[in-house]
T-cell receptor, first 111, second 113 residues
Framework: QQQVKQSPQSLIVQKGGISIINCAYE??????FPWYQQFPGKGPALLIA?????SEKKEGRFTISFNKSAKQFSLHIMDSQPGDSATYFC??????????FGAGTTVTVRA | ETGVTQSPTHLIKTRGQQVTLRCSSQ?????VSWYQQALGQGPQFIFQYYREEENGRGNFPPRFSGLQFPNYSSELNVNALELDDSALYLCASTLAGGGYGYTFGSGTRLTVV
């Protein structure tokens, strides 16, 4: 049973464009929502994270939007670059320290 | 500040064998978690260790077991390997009570033949 649903499975964006990845969850006990970036052969690296008391968080070209009432959150990658080509995972965590991951989105940025 | 290191990086085992994977947590971190990532999927939580005791477990059978040592390093042991155990095994560390940031290692790629 997947606790975090992620879409789309993959996307292609032109250099300079915006990539948008969406996630939804059911467990209202989740209180921490990170996004991870993973390159082939590497482990996931934390990109940006948000708590449910904040509706938006921006770090450089990466922005998380959070809708607590809809139990949805999304990652926006602005001015996408070829180096952003990777697999992105949303995740959620409650007070048990366990991270529940989405299935991942493979982003390809075309030069 | 050192990150999370895992060994070995790659491993090939035969069905029915046993395997031990190792992880050194990031300096200052006292909690270690293990995740299994099948090809093309998100990581799945196996279990977590804090103060040398398991304090959380995912939906994995008892043949998956672990240890945490006083220096916070950890081992994942898998007995009676099955073909479906082929995956990337990730170790992550964090500081309990110190925030929610997790640092992942690069993983061990296990292939069961």
């Amino acid at each position: 049973q997947q606790q975090v649903k992620q879409s789309p499975q993959s996307l292609i964006v032109q250099k300079g464009g915006i990539s948008i990845i969406n996630c939804a969850y059911e467990n209202t006990a989740f209180d921490y929502f990170p996004w991870y970036q993973q390159f082939p052969g590497k482990g996931p690296a934390l990109l940006i994270a948000i708590r449910p008391d904040v509706s938006e968080k921006k770090e450089g070209r990466f922005t998380i939007s959070f809708n607590k009432s809809a139990k949805q959150f999304s990652l926006h990658i602005m001015d996408s670059q070829p180096g952003d080509s990777a697999t992105y995972f949303c995740a959620a965590r409650g007070n048990d320290y366990k991270l529940s991951f989405g299935a991942g989105t493979t982003v390809t940025v075309r030069a | 500040e050192t990150g999370v290191t895992q060994s070995p990086t790659h491993l090939i085992k035969t069905r029915g064998q046993q395997v031990t994977l190792r992880c050194s947590s990031q300096s200052g971190h006292n909690t270690v978690s293990w995740y299994q990532q099948a090809l093309g999927q998100g990581p799945q939580f196996i279990f977590q260790y804090y103060r040398e005791e398991e304090n959380g477990r995912g939906n994995f059978p008892p043949r998956f077991s672990g240890l945490q040592f006083p220096n916070y390093s950890s081992e994942l042991n898998v007995n009676a390997l099955e073909l479906d155990d082929s995956a990337l095994y990730l170790c992550a560390s964090t500081l309990a009570g110190g925030g929610y940031g997790y640092t992942f290692g690069s993983g061990t790629r296990l292939t069961v033949v």
